[in-house]
Structure formats: C-alpha cells, structure tokens
C-alpha cells in the first residue's frame, strides 16, 4: 500500500501548533518518501509526526511562495551537513528552477564558510521540461499547471499534480484559482481530489473560496477533499457533499483502487 500523509493543512499564515502548512508526504509501500512541497515551518510539522530531515530524500515543489519552497534552506543545509545524508533530489518545473535560487534561497544560502553556492550545491535538481510530467519510483507524476496569481504581466508558474498509484487517479491541486472549467478533465478524471480551499471570512482573489467549492457539481465534490484553509472554526463541508477537511496528521492509505482515511487525533 501507499500513502499520502498531510505534514500539515493550513494556510500560509496559519499559526499555533495544531496545524502547519499544507506539504504532504507520499509514502510507497517500501518506504520511500516525496516530500510534496516544502513550507518554511517544515522542522516542527516534521518532527511533530516523528520524522526529521534525514527523511527527507526527495522533494517536489509547486511553486515559490514561503508555505511550499520556504523550508528548503533548512533542508539544505542540514542534509548538506549531516554526514549520513546525501543530496536530496529536488524536482519543479523548469520556469520555477530558473528563479527559485536566485528569487528564493540565495539570501540564506548563498555563501557558506570558504566556498560561495548554488543550488546544486544543496540538491541533485531535475527541471521538468515542457512535457510536464516526471517519473519516481515507476510513478509518473503530471504537473497541472494552475493559475494562483496573474499579476496583469503575467501568471506565477504554480503547478499542481496528477498521478496514479494502485488503481486510483489523484489529483491534488496544490494552491489554485477556482479553474474548474479550464482543468474539467483533471476534474472529472480523478478518483480523488485533495483541492486548496480558503475559508476567510475576507477572500483574497488567489485561492479557491469554500463558497466557490460549495456550487461544484455534486458528482465533483463527492470525490474532494479540503486543505489549505485557514485557522478558525471550519464550515460542516460533509453536509455539503464534500468528503471533508483534511486535518494535520491525517493518512491517505492508497490500496485495491481505493482510498481509505486514517484520521489524527486531532478534534475534527
């Protein structure tokens, strides 16, 4: 069996220690872990769930806000030394691998004692090409690119991802405008959907709003799972026809062409 296991489900600015942000590891059955996203409170959502950076061996990024590429320093640079760790390998798109160093990472990372760094440095980095789509572990992962911000110049690279594992299609959005009408197939395709869900009472204009969600066609919220929201009392999305809100600590077991819910003690 296989897992998606959410680290956290939060927002970028949720707080306290009873959510983090929303990275997830997808664990095979032999063990092997892709860390998707990489948020910059990582440390304590990792070692809240038993794990620490020598888990980490292999990264996906979606796109280069804080709450998803933010903890790469820290992987960086305990991994880098750690003398039982080997670079981790790190995959993005090819239009985020050209500014994620530069844009992100070279404040903190850009010099260490005697040498001056890059990205290779820290990590064996493979640029996802135009095709969109990488293999791991006899997986193929498609990135879904997405559109989270337009700037009125142009739309951030943000990619989200499909992908098959043990008889069952799972798309997980990662953070997204409601682009239902541009992505139906994805939609309509998936088994499951673990879909970016803001529930501020004062929605910003780059997430998907629980009272967008909420007018999806009964057929696409009865496969669809709500993450990325923030602090606060949540509103009842089963009485809705959404499978629910997922909760930090939360397990995704992926066998048999289904999908089965290991729930955290979290109070839901």
Partial sequence: MSQLLFLGSGSAFT????????????????????????????????????????????????????????????VGLTTKFDPQ??????????????????????????????NITSLNSFFNVHPIDKNRSFRWEMINFELVKTIHINNGTSVMPTYGLFFEVNGVKIFITSDTQLCYEKLQNYYQAADVIFHDCETSKYPTPVHSHYEQLVKLPEQIKGKMWLY??????????????????????????????CVTVKHSNILR
Avoid at 231 to 251: M, N, Q, S, W, Y
């Fill in 15 to 74: 707080v306290g220690d009873e959510n983090f942000h929303s990275n997830i590891f997808f664990i095979t059955k032999t063990g092997k872990k892709l860390l998707i996203d990489c948020g910059s409170d990582l440390r304590f959502s990792l070692y809240r769930e038993g794990f620490s950076h020598r888990d980490i061996t292999d990264i996906y990024i979606s796109h280069l806000h804080s709450d998803h590429a933010g903890g790469l320093e820290y």
């Fill in 85 to 114: 760790c080997e670079k981790p390998n790190l995959y993005l798109s090819h239009d985020i691998t050209a500014e994620i160093w530069e844009h992100t990472l070279s404040g903190g990372m850009g010099s260490i004692e005697g």
């Fill in 228 to 257: 990325g929201y923030q602090p606060g009392e949540l509103p009842d999305a089963k009485t809705e026809g959404f499978l629910g809100f997922v909760k930090r600590g939360d397990k995704f077991v992926i066998q048999n062409n």
